[in-house]
């Protein structure tokens, strides 16, 4: 993929700046230099006045690769999605005003999500600032409330150590956005260069280890739990810490459900494994959350759509462990009992010697009556749905996609009933390999994701799982996918109608359909071959599995593959647990 | 239980680093009674003190934000502790026949000093807690102030409690 691309361009790479240390540099090659030097692969941008400087030493380097989006939210999506996949810092680049307004949505989707990006605005020019100068938004004022943190570069001699900032506070802790907003004249102003290796902020110093206290009264209260139950988050993705997870769930024994973020933290085809929990979790794993006697969970924050209402949740009795990089996640929705700050790896390392230590085992004859009742919560097999359906049904799709891709694709998603089906349905064994908008619930991020993802993993298998809504709400980058020759393959759910709202207005507004349903629809083939990729569409279910064998045949390797799957329009997601109630009273499919 | 609490912090003397923490408390729909920031004697630093109600939990999760902030160094509830809080006060009132002497002798009492004086009006300087300021002013009659200025507490640990780097 990379050779075609530069024989493409060749005027892109051929003039090569050559990089020393010490010399003078203007504060757009600062930039660009401070990017090489943080091993930066790909830039996600879009040009404008502001940043012109910025990308004229673009022009001149080739240490990074720049990838032109055709709207700026994409560009920072897919920066967000090369970090989730990588837990590399994903770098985005956009010019003044318009640029970071538009750049919003991806920020804001970045910090609910706690991914590590670095976005670099332009700004007006610093005596301008404030004299509502053309392209001119107060960048720091707008981006406040969505970044972990930000700054305005006012001085060309702060903005190496600026940079060198803004990458340490977004990779470290619980990580997070950081804008750095930088003035035109900035820029243009010429200072020497020195890029540090590293900077002490002594306002900033995330907590690493977890307290040794803390630990031993946690090993306790795991090995006297009768029934416990491991409750794992992003935070298990974000931290690296699948495999000691998987070593601490197995080595006790006991079950483990993943929140929509913390899907592949826990491998999905584990048989301690119960799946997602959650609004739309599996019968088996809310019913396990709310009954357990010892909780731990691990980089998770009890969110709305995870533990539902917090006083239904508290009925139960149950100690409460939690381990998160983020103190302030702790006790914010729920009382625990033992609070560990540090970072998740760390503190399932430590555990895990202080288990293997430990003389006590858990009671076995407990563990063996608590997981005789989860089998018997699992048997109501609450994720069946209707497999001789003449209308292709969305799981079926999943399934399949699961089938064909062997479990290995990395797997994005937008936000609606397809991401649902794709969290119940895909069963991720691996980290990093579930790429969607958990917090904000971002339509039009699918595809801006894959292709993050795609050119951070040029050689794997990528599906954008999603639906005929949401998938408009960026259609425009199939244009970044030809000029860039990203092959992601688009399964498209499409049930004509905006899936989630459908279902919400069926239950709860008497099933009057304000406003939901996808009029003139594009014809979705003619629209992928218009940009110069392939397009199918799929009526039957019979036809489902040779498409998608298709779309990810040798053949087609090299392409973007648009595929248009007419599924059912009256399909809803279950189990659901409603907006309010408690965890263990979901609605199931067969009780409608 | 709501209680009021004062909370000191110390932050990086930087562009914006108030707005940050107005920002937090507006975002996360704290309540915030008063707020005062100046830098300390380290001009690379701000000293802010913020009085607030809430719960014990909203108090920790106040704490727990406040000290997540990049450019934050240390967070302090000083209702924790042995404390000692002071607010000043600026008013202005009518000093006019009687009650000029009146005015003269309230302000004595409340240890207040006159700090501006016309033929009509005194200017009063007091300083103490919140609620000796509030008392002053329910002391006087209503009819004859004419403006009154706050600070807003500031906060600092008894004996050895202190804040610092």
Redesign the interface.
Known sequence: MTETWQNDYPHRFTNELIFCQFMEATGAEIVVRCLAEEGVEFVFGYPGGAVLNIYDEIFKQNKFKHVLVRHEQAAVHAADAYARSTGRVGVALVTSGPGVTNAVTGIATAYMDSIPIVVVTGQVPTPAIGLDAFQEVDTVGITRPCVKHNFLVKDVKDLAATMKKAFIIAATGRPGPVVVDVPKDVTAHVTEFEYPATIEMRSYNPVVKGHSGQLKRAVQMLLEARRPMIYTGGGVVLGDASAQLTQLAGLLGFPVTNTLMGLGGHPATDRQNLGMLGMHGTYEANMAMQHCDVLLAVGARFDDRVIGNPAHFAREQRSIIHIDVDPSSISKRVKVDVPIVGDVKNVLTDMLALLKQAKEKPDAAALNAWWTQIELWRSKNCLKYNRNSPIIKPQYVVEKLWEVTKGDAFVTSDVGQHQMWAAQYYKFDKPRRWINSGGLGTMGVGLPYAMGVQLAHPDAQVACITGESSIQMNIQELSTCKQYRIPVKVVTLNNRYMGMVRQWQEFFYGSRYAESYMESLPDFVKLAEAYGHVGMRIDKPEDVEAALKEAFSPALKERMVFMDFQTDQTENVFPMVEGGKGLSEMILAEEL | MSRRHIISLL??NE??AL??VA?LFS?RAYNIESLTVAPTEDATLSRMTIVTVGSE?II??IT??L??L????KVMDLTEGRHIERELMLVKVKAVGEGREEMKRTADIFRGRIIDVTDATYTIELTGTGSKLDAFLEAIDPAFIIETVRTGASGIGRGERSLK?
Not at chain 2, 70 to 73: L, Q, T, W, Y
């Open positions: 932050m990086e562009a914006g707005s940050r920002g975002a939990d920790e999760q727990k934000q000290n997540k990049v450019d934050v160094i780097v």
